[in-house]
């Protein structure tokens, strides 16, 4: 059996490292997709995350604007996050893994390799956004973090 984690910020990207995911496994395996719902500060502009605009517009949040996600949010976040992993489990149905969701709190990367550590997650197979070097400056690379710090392989996938 093997544990394959997919890490997910409902991007096309994620989702395009989801199905290479599902490729790599079969019966007896387990796929887990975590999404980490990061509460520090964020810049829409400048991180050009499609699940913080997902997130944004379903809060009813002035888009396009630099924010602290108040913890009054946190609650609605994490809804939303868990409607949208039950959709994608969902739609995994032709998947002959065991299908499980997860939602962490805190830097992405940190959490990602966190969950991997504790969990024995044999593969991490995760999405990276080749974004410019300055969100990269800013904040460094999700992918790039992971790879460092996890203590598993790990799969990264490029939308094309």
Do not use: W
Not at 3 to 32: M, N
């Amino acid at each position: 059996m093997r544990h394959v984690l997919v890490p997910t910020d409902f991007s096309e990207t994620a989702s395009a490292a989801l199905e290479h995911a599902v490729r790599l496994t079969g019966e007896g395996d387990k796929l887990t997709l975590l999404h980490a719902v990061f509460t520090e500060r964020l810049t829409e502009e400048l991180l050009g995350l499609d699940a913080l605009e997902y997130l944004t517009r379903s809060m009813d949040l002035p888009p396009g604007t630099s924010h602290y996600v108040p913890s009054n949010y946190v609650a609605k976040i994490r809804e939303v996050a868990e409607t949208k992993l039950a959709e994608i489990a969902a739609g995994l149905t032709p998947s002959k893994a065991e299908v499980a969701t997860v939602i962490v709190e805190g830097r992405p990367s940190r959490q990602i390799v966190d969950y991997a550590s504790k969990n024995a997650v044999d593969l991490i197979v995760m999405g990276t956004h080749g974004r410019g070097p300055v969100a990269k400056a800013f904040l460094g690379s999700v992918a790039e973090n992971v790879v460092r710090h996890a203590e598993c392989p790990v799969l990264l996938v490029r939308n094309k």
